[in-house]
């Protein structure tokens, strides 16, 4: 009778044991497919300008050591973004509308997947932005985005002149805003446009000799430049 007593407590403690190791418990293994993982990625939400390098990052909750992260950006409205991945993980560079194309903001998605099945999602915009405003002289009806920053001209002749407005980085923006103009001396006139092919250009003729600086503004930018021209 009194080892039954003795050996009652062990008894009950093993299949305490038993019991519990049998039981459901926390599962916090991230690792584990079936733990719930909080992913974010962090990073910004916007590019303005060709050449961009948006960088991202993912963090998790919890926190570990998590595989090599797979990165894509993918951009909608059927008329997608230039990028490309870098180098460095996560981070990338905007080469601009595919084949030139214009457009208003650009609505994408940039994912990240990491180990089997965990993935996140952040969605992104491109918008390229005009910064500055830069008028040249162009003589052919045709914009190369280049030209004299200096017009000269004859009395009796005529010219061109074109506008092209670029982004933060230097890039031309591939819509054209429209620009007015003013003439600050009247050795110059602006003659209408011939046609509308010919309306994203202003069309100058001397009228006596001299100089005169004649002052652009883009319509919707706000955004101003000038440009000299000589009458001879």
Known sequence: MTSSRAGA?????????????CGDYARTNPFDPGVDVQME???PDSSFSVGDTP???IATTPSFAHD???????????????????????TFVVRGYLLGLSAGPIPGVVRVDIGAGRSASKPVLFHQRPASLQAYGCFIRVNTWDGPRTIDMVVGGDARIC???????GNPVQAYPAVTAVVRQNVIGLVPALDAADAPYL???????????????GTASRLVDSILVNVR
């Open 55 to 57: 960088r991202y990052e």
């Open 9 to 21: 407590p062990i008894a009950l403690v093993c299949a305490l044991v038993i019991a519990l190791a």
């Open 68 to 90: 090599s992260p797979r990165w894509q950006m993918g951009w909608q409205l059927g008329i997608p973004v230039q990028v490309e991945e870098l180098s460095t993980p996560g």
């Open 163 to 169: 506008s092209k407005h670029l982004d933060a980085r």
């Open 41 to 43: 990625i962090r990073g």
């Open 203 to 217: 069309r100058l003729t001397g009228r006596s000799v001299g100089r005169t600086y004649v002052v652009l503004t």
